[in-house]
């Protein structure tokens, strides 16, 4: 079945569009009021992705007030590694905790090769269910956390300031923390083609830590697991975002990984994004996430001058640098889309 709106497929596979595609990182999150409710009811944030039912209507919370070209399916990239084995809690202003994180080489050992379909079937039938909803109105979008982000929550046990542990497992067990980045690979790329077989049109890699490897390591640790996962995708022929927070000094080499689009981060110049990556991908950003906490008359202001900075013909989404935050004003993304709608 054709989608009505397919100006994100269009940009993504190559093809021009009059339209140029808008959604948000996060965009079915914390800053939204109804969300706010929902939780408050649902009380555990784990528990409202595990519901597919309320999954679905979460997703379709910013579609329903917002002019946005593609829903993003309501789950969390933790998820996959709890599927795994690990138990995994998210605690009031702590964020997520695995209370065994890996350490040892039979840490690792003890991690599992679920069964995914079953093991993640809450998120699968989320997004059957939104598929449903949509109707083929706009693309839905599949995510997953990339082998090295997610390893640094499974390594770490939760988030971390300085990441120490994983570091020095990099450096004194390297071929252990290559073992995992590889067992975590396979098991992602079947997430993500299950994702695919449940409905999503539209598959993304969240690569959040990316940009914290030492520049001679994020290849190795970071790019080439990615780069298998992505090569899997376009094999299926499957349009796929890639960001790689804080990544910017490697775009050369993600460029060879060859992603449909690149998220570009709020820190990097989009400018110079294009001139790289010319039209081999899309590029999607990257306007600084906290000016939607700012005055409307900034917003417009601030999109205003990140659209001048786009050239005709660029393959182009536009999307903020990075998640958007629980204290962003909703009417201020409203004011976001409209001035990307009237802009000439
Ligand atoms: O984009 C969307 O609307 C889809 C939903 C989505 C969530 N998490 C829901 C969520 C997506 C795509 C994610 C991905 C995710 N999860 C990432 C990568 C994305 C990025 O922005 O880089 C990461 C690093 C995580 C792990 C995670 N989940 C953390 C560290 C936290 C706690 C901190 C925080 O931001 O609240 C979460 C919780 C989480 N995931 C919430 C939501 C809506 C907040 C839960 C709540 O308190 O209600």
Redesign the pocket.
Known sequence: MSIRNDCLLKILRGNPSNRTPIWI??????YLPE?KKL?QKTGD?LQ??KTPELACKT?LM?IARFDLDAA???????VVPEAMGMPLK?E?NK??IFEKPIKTEKDFNNLQFPPLEENLAFTLKAIELTKLELNNSIPLIG?C?SPW?LAC?MIEGG?SKNFEKIFRMMYDQPNLLLKILDKLTSILTEYLKLQLKYGADVLMI?D??GGILPYPRYREFSLEFNQKIISSLNQLNIPNIF?S?GAFNHIDDIVKANPSCIGIDWMSSLENAQKIVGNKSAIQGNLDPSILLSEGTVVKEETKKMLDQVNAGTRYVVNLG??IT?DAKPKNVEILIETVRNYK
Do not use: N, V
């Open positions: 990182m996060r965009q079915a999150g914390r969300y939780r944030f409202l992705c997703t910013p993003i399916i309501f789950s969390d990239i933790l998210f009031e964020g997520p995510f956390g982000t929550y988030t969240f959040t830590w960001f927070k990075h998640g629980p």
